[in-house]
């Protein structure tokens, strides 16, 4: 493929943008727009004609997985890839069920990360068998429950909500400044009450009701 590839990268480590972009040097990849936070990625790849984006999970001002979904809902067809250190189940449902085209680890190869770029520009998605094989069950359980009125209460949203953005019980206590077995007790009365299995799919539910 001849043809320019315009990217724009969205990570808040400048190294992580700089070794992006070294990489691609010398190829029909171009990028186009580099930025450091999600709400800054909503508004660049709104505003610039791109073939591809790519989207660090974790960021501040809207985490990427947020700046997907918005993205998404403005131009649907942009094709994205999500970028992570983190080999996180929560992330990948959340990515699979708000659209992206693929999800690359940060410690992948050049070579890998060029035929991921390429293929998404093709308008083909790079997901393996294996990854969509993962939250195939957290994808198809919460559907049946989605219309489903859930009486949750503030906190148990709240703990919903961290969950769903790939928090951790450990994680999760600290940002509400509760302990940790509150916070795994609230997780296994949410899953009760959503009837689901386990945080994955509890996530992917929470993404379906527009929670978060």
């Given at each position: 493929m001849n043809d320019e590839i315009r990217l724009m990268i969205a990570d808040d480590h400048e190294v992580?943008?700089?070794?992006?972009?070294?990489?691609?040097?010398?190829?029909?990849?171009?990028?186009?727009?580099?930025?450091?936070?999600?709400?800054?990625?909503?508004?660049?790849?709104?505003?610039?004609e791109l073939d591809v984006a790519m989207l660090d999970v974790r960021m501040p001002n809207?985490?990427?997985?947020t700046a997907l979904g918005r993205i998404k809902l403005d131009k649907p067809d942009l094709p994205i890839l999500m970028l992570s250190t983190f080999d996180n189940p929560t992330y990948i449902a959340?990515?699979?069920?708000?659209?992206?085209?693929?999800?690359?680890?940060?410690?992948?190869?050049?070579?890998?990360?060029?035929?991921?770029?390429?293929?998404?520009a093709a308008g083909?998605?790079?997901w393996t068998r294996d990854e969509l094989r993962r939250v195939t069950g957290a994808l198809a359980t919460p559907r049946l429950a989605a219309d489903v009125e859930v009486p949750l209460t503030q906190r148990?949203?709240?703990?919903?909500?961290?969950?769903?953005h790939g928090l951790m019980n450990k994680e999760i206590?600290?940002?509400?400044?509760?302990?940790?077995?509150?916070?795994?007790?609230?997780v296994q009365h949410i899953l009760r009450k959503i009837g689901v299995k386990d945080r994955t799919q509890a996530a992917v539910?929470?993404?379906r009701k527009e929670l978060v």
């Amino acid at each position: 493929m001849n043809d320019e590839i315009r990217l724009m990268i969205a990570d808040d480590h400048e190294v992580v943008r700089s070794g992006l972009k070294s990489l691609l040097t010398g190829t029909e990849v171009t990028v186009v727009a580099e930025v450091a936070t999600g709400s800054a990625a909503v508004r660049c790849a709104l505003e610039h004609e791109l073939d591809v984006a790519m989207l660090d999970v974790r960021m501040p001002n809207g985490d990427g997985l947020t700046a997907l979904g918005r993205i998404k809902l403005d131009k649907p067809d942009l094709p994205i890839l999500m970028l992570s250190t983190f080999d996180n189940p929560t992330y990948i449902a959340r990515a699979v069920a708000l659209g992206a085209s693929g999800y690359l680890l940060k410690g992948c190869s050049r070579d890998e990360m060029l035929s991921a770029i390429r293929t998404t520009a093709a308008g083909e998605s790079v997901w393996t068998r294996d990854e969509l094989r993962r939250v195939t069950g957290a994808l198809a359980t919460p559907r049946l429950a989605a219309d489903v009125e859930v009486p949750l209460t503030q906190r148990e949203s709240e703990v919903l909500s961290q969950l769903a953005h790939g928090l951790m019980n450990k994680e999760i206590a600290q940002a509400l400044n509760i302990s940790y077995e509150t916070v795994k007790e609230h997780v296994q009365h949410i899953l009760r009450k959503i009837g689901v299995k386990d945080r994955t799919q509890a996530a992917v539910w929470a993404v379906r009701k527009e929670l978060v």
